[in-house]
């Protein structure tokens, strides 16, 4: 079963500011690795993806992921009060079953 | 968009009680799942299914049956339901293959067992 330990559970920052969540999974099958947002009231909604070691972009978003450590960060530049909802990490191995981190609550202060 | 819908969206149920939550895709999709949402548990996965006609059992389906009777239908069958099944129920549909791990997900049902 796969444990997925996610850091930290809220989190505060100001309008322009940093936001950086952080995710350990303990399955060394995991291979594919997303970030989800879920807005309150909502359903969660996939944020993206990373699948190889290192970086990978997308607009103010940047994930990293470390395999050897089974690490994966997610820094949101320039943040925004649109921005504040709860995030997910979550990896999937060789059987289809993506499994979810337990959330951290980012508030983005105007 | 792909399209997931949960039916209800909120239930009050008695202890005892039958409960079935009911999820339909048009997304064509071969794999489907339940979650429930509590929180600092994050989103924990009951059942899921690969295709009409099969179910898995997740990391907690104690108290739980899930039926797959179709590409389209997945359901959650909470046969005696208990005050700890209160909770956010959520629904989602995945593809094999390109962009693996992207599930679609419907808006939830909320149940609450009295």
């Known amino acids: 079963q796969q444990k997925v330990q996610q850091s930290p559970e809220s989190l505060i920052v100001p309008e322009g500011g940093m936001a950086s969540l952080n995710c350990t999974f303990s399955d060394r099958n995991s291979q594919y690795f997303w970030w989800y947002r879920q807005h309150s009231g909502e359903g969660p909604k996939a944020l993206m993806?990373?699948?190889?070691?290192g970086d990978k972009k997308e607009g103010r978003f940047t994930a990293h992921l470390n395999k050897a450590s089974l690490h994966v960060s997610l820094h949101i530049k320039d943040s925004q009060p649109s921005d504040s909802a709860l995030y997910f990490c979550?990896?999937?191995?060789?059987?289809?079953?993506?499994?979810f981190g337990s959330g951290t609550k980012l508030t983005v202060e105007p | 968009e792909a399209a997931v819908t949960q039916s209800p969206r909120n239930k009050v149920a008695v202890t005892g009680g039958k409960v079935t939550l009911s999820c339909n895709q048009t997304n064509n999709h071969n794999n489907m799942y339940w979650y429930r949402q509590d929180t600092g548990h994050g989103l924990r996965l009951i059942h899921y299914?690969?295709?009409?006609?099969?179910?898995e059992k997740g990391d907690i389906p104690d108290g739980y049956k899930a039926s797959r009777p179709s590409q389209e239908n997945f359901s959650l069958i909470l046969e005696l339901a208990t005050p700890s099944q209160t909770s956010v129920y959520f629904c989602a549909s995945g593809q094999t293959g390109r962009d693996t791990g992207q599930l679609y997900f419907g808006e939830g049902s909320k149940l609450t067992v009295l």
């Open positions: 993806s990373i699948f190889s070691n």
């Open positions: 979550a990896g999937m191995s060789n059987y289809n079953v993506l499994y």
């Open positions: 299914s690969y295709g009409a006609g099969s179910t």
